[in-house]
């Protein structure tokens, strides 16, 4: 299901593109119109083992569901986004060492699908692919330039300067999640690749149960304390929710990690606005706690910076949930389409 208003395609404003977000168990498929609106979605199981010659066949039979729903064919899409999990060679359109997809290394999976669905496809890292579809249609949508974070097991990343999305010259543009925010030499260990001190180690759902685990070990007061082995993410939330004093300095605390790797972000690109996205959002906008998340952040940044920067940044919750890859992926594919024109 797409949390996004189905519009008709009678309504849709021309040209359109499809938009193919890959994750670790599920492909979500949307079709938009070129400003950004949804004509139909649909949901396949990803079925990594089997392969992604195998799931590119099925997201092309996916596609043509969406187009025969429609009542359209393939040649009024003008071009498909595809949006793939790290790690990747974005300009050879080839899928390197993606940790949560072990049977889909060293593949071109961009011709593998612009073979199955017979028309160009762009391609991006899931995370950029995101920040995109915030940028065009999300919280961003009026800025010209963005940072996104995503908070879930890890922390990626995506940023747009001028309108542009930097994708680097290894493919790496973006990956927010492995700057470093601790050099000490027993900082903690980033659970993708063994970096030391990075942010992805203190600040993703994976680093924040670690944090909580041995927090609690130590001796922490909380409700949480009996139920060690179990500690979530969600769970912490729900805990403050409750009033669990330690949860909430808990989540106030990894606000403050955030902060530093934001600082470090906004000096180095200045983009006037820092989006917060992904499911560790600890209840994000509709929630108290969620909102004394999003204040320390917010706090964090205001100690570090300078009194122009603080005053000309927005730090905001993202906006369009677990849709932004599709979406993100549509638009890239929108770009790259009007840039050739």
Known sequence: ????????????KMPLFLGID???????????DDQGATLDFIAIETLE???????????????????????????????????????????????????????????????????????????????????????????????????????????GGGVIIDNE????????????????????????????GGGRGHLEAYASASGVTARAREELRAGAHSILASGIEKITAKKIYEAAEQ????????IEQTGGYLAIGITSMVHMVDPGLVVLGGAMNFGGPNSKTGQRFLESVRNGFRERTFQNVKAGTTIEFASLGADAGYIGAAGIARSDYHKVL
Not at 24 to 32: A, F, Y
Not at 243 to 248: K, P
């Open 49 to 155: 083992p089997q392969g992604p010659e195998d799931a590119m066949r099925r997201v092309n039979i996916a596609c043509e569901e969406i187009l025969n729903r429609c009542g359209l064919s393939k040649k009024q899409v003008l071009r498909a986004g595809l949006g793939t999990p790290g790690s990747q060679d974005i300009r050879k359109g080839l899928l390197l060492q993606p940790p949560n997809h072990p049977h889909w290394h060293h593949f071109p999976i961009v011709k593998c699908l612009e073979d199955a669905l017979g028309m160009p496809v762009s391609y991006a890292n899931d995370a950029n692919a995101a920040a995109f579809g915030e940028f065009w249609v999300g919280t961003g949508k009026v800025h010209d330039s963005m940072v996104l974070l995503t908070l879930g097991t890890g922390v």
């Open 165 to 192: 999305l930097i994708v680097g010259q290894n493919s790496f543009g973006g990956e927010c999640g492995h700057m470093i925010i601790d050099p000490s030499p027993n900082a903690r260990l980033c659970a993708w």
């Open 1 to 12: 299901m797409t949390d996004q208003k189905i519009t008709p395609v009678s309504h849709a």
């Open 22 to 32: 890959v994750g670790g168990t599920g492909i979500k498929i949307g079709l938009t």
């Open 243 to 250: 009033g669990d004093a330690w949860s909430l300095s808990f």
